[in-house]
Structures are given as C-alpha cells and as structure tokens.
C-alpha cells in the first residue's frame, strides 16, 4: 500500500530532516560574534536550530533553509536581529546563585563603601546588574540592601539591571516568577518581599512587591558597545557568568568599560568561573572573582 506524501509545510517540532546548512550556521555565529560578542562553536549548531525553530513557526516559513534565506537574501534581516539574538542567547539565572556573593556585599563590601563615605549623610549606593536576565539577580540585590538598610538606616539604594534581550528586560519589569524559581529565597524574605496570586492558576506565580520594584530599574544594553550610557560612580557592579561565552580580546574590553562605571574603591564580581578573567586587569582581587577599583 503506498505511503501518504507528507507536504512540505506539514514538519513536526522535531523533524530530523530540518537543519542549517554549515555555511548558514557560519554566517549566523559570525553574526551574532559581531554583534553580542557571543561565541557559537559547532557544537552549538542543534542547540541553535532548536530555538531558531521556533522564530521559523512565528514568520509562518517552510524551515531553516527559508529562515535562512530571509535573513540574508531578502533583506529581513534589520527586523529579526532582535528576535535571532533573543533566540540564540542563553538566559540562565536562579535566586540567590552562587550566595557567597551576596553574603560578601552585605558584610563587607557595603559596610566598605559606607566607610569610605563617612561624611555623607545617607549615601546613595549605586548597583548595577551588567547581565541582568530575568531580574532574579536584581531582585536577590534588592532584597539584600533592603534588609541591610532596614538595619543600619544609615544609606540609601538604588539598582540598574542591563540586558541585550528585551523580552528578559520586560519579564524584569513586570516581576512575577513561577514559585519554583524563588525556592531559593530564604523564607523571612519571601514572606516580606513575594506577593502571592490569590487565585493561584495551574503554575504558581509570585510577584515582587512594589516596595522593592521602585527601586530598581531596567535597560536595554548590548555590552559590545563602544560606550555605556549610564552613571561612572556606579558602587558595586555584577557580571556574572557572561564573560565566558566572549573571546578573550572582548572579555578584557567589555571589563575595562564597565571598570570606567566606578567609582574609586567600587567593586566588580564576576561568576566563580570567570575568576581569572579579572586578573587581566588593573584592580585589586579580595576575594574570588572579586575585584576592587584603586
């Protein structure tokens, strides 16, 4: 009995026959390289058509080799640069990651800063979030200078999260998060700083409190820019985990812009694997993947 022709528009989500062709592949890591400074080895190349499936369902195209062809050959690309880069980039992020971090700021690298700026009255302390994802890391800052304000009264907090995406940049803004992602607040600040749906749906959501959303704020930053459109008296900046996706010529660039955002004695933590990207430069390490400005 002869087998039903499938047509050519009828692919399921994981149709084997669907790929890019290594030079399509070539042409949208170098792409992307240029761009964001994120590096796309082969290896990545079934990672990279996964998600590019799904910018082809949106545009209502027959497959890789039609997205392809948009993107280079009848001038789509201007449009889709946003969506490929929000589909290639990795936005990993969790509450609370990598804690020592946190628990450094608030014992001795806040009370530092204050020291240094004993004759103000109430400093405004400065944050910056260069990688910011979601919100999660802006919001685990938020709710440690929060409570830290609480007990000292003696300062005062504000904090910038940045990103290349502006679809993370608007879950930012809006602040809610399934409840499994905040499993690692610490309970006595989920009670102050969650809010809970009273109406839970089928996936339970919390949303940031408006007490702690005033205080932060989000913007759209490619890090491969030659400039920075933000304050140079920045007191702590985070950039976590970022750094190992860049070539190496880009890690040193990108630091030594961001190093230019602080003021002296101001701070700069990468991710525990990215410690010796800092060593490239000129600052002083206290403590791993934890330089200071001189």
């Not at 592949?25 to 590096?39: C, H, N, P, S, T």
């Not at 890090?223 to 010529?249: G, Q, S, T």
Request: aromatic share 6%; net charge positive; charged share 30%.
């Amino acid at each position: 009995m002869p087998q039903p022709i499938r047509k050519l528009d009828q692919r399921s989500d994981g149709v084997d026959d669907d790929h890019l062709s290594l030079r399509d592949f070539q042409r949208i890591a170098d792409l992307i390289g240029e761009e964001v400074g994120i590096k796309l080895p082969p290896a990545k190349r079934l990672m990279v058509e996964g998600r590019l499936r799904k910018r082809v369902r949106a545009l209502g195209l027959r497959g890789l080799d039609a997205y392809s062809v948009h993107l280079f050959q009848r001038d789509g690309l201007a449009a889709e640069l946003p969506h490929l880069i929000d589909a290639v980039t990795t936005n990993k992020t969790d509450f609370f990651r990598e804690p020592e971090h946190f628990d450094l700021l608030e014992h001795r690298l806040v009370p530092a800063l204050l020291d240094l700026r004993r004759g103000e009255r109430q400093p405004l302390l400065k944050i910056w979030s260069a990688a910011s994802s979601t919100g999660a890391e802006a919001y685990t800052l938020a709710m440690v200078l929060a409570d830290l304000a609480a007990q000292r009264h003696d300062f005062r907090f504000a904090i910038l999260g940045t990103d290349i995406s502006n679809t993370v940049l608007r879950q930012g803004v809006r602040a809610v998060y399934p409840t499994e992602l905040v499993a690692p607040v610490p309970p006595a600040k989920q009670q102050r700083y969650l809010m809970h749906a009273r109406r839970p749906g089928t996936r339970p959501e919390v949303r940031i409190v408006p007490e702690l959303r005033r205080l932060v704020r989000f913007a759209h930053l490619n890090l491969m820019d030659a400039a920075y459109p933000f304050d140079r008296d920045v007191d702590v900046i985070f950039l976590r985990n970022v750094l190992i996706y860049f070539e190496k010529a880009d890690q040193e660039r990108v630091i030594r812009r961001l190093i230019d955002h602080l003021r002296p004695g101001g701070y700069l933590i990468l991710g525990h694997s990215e410690s010796m990207i800092g060593t490239a430069v000129a600052m002083r390490q206290i403590a791993p993947s934890v330089f200071q400005k001189t």
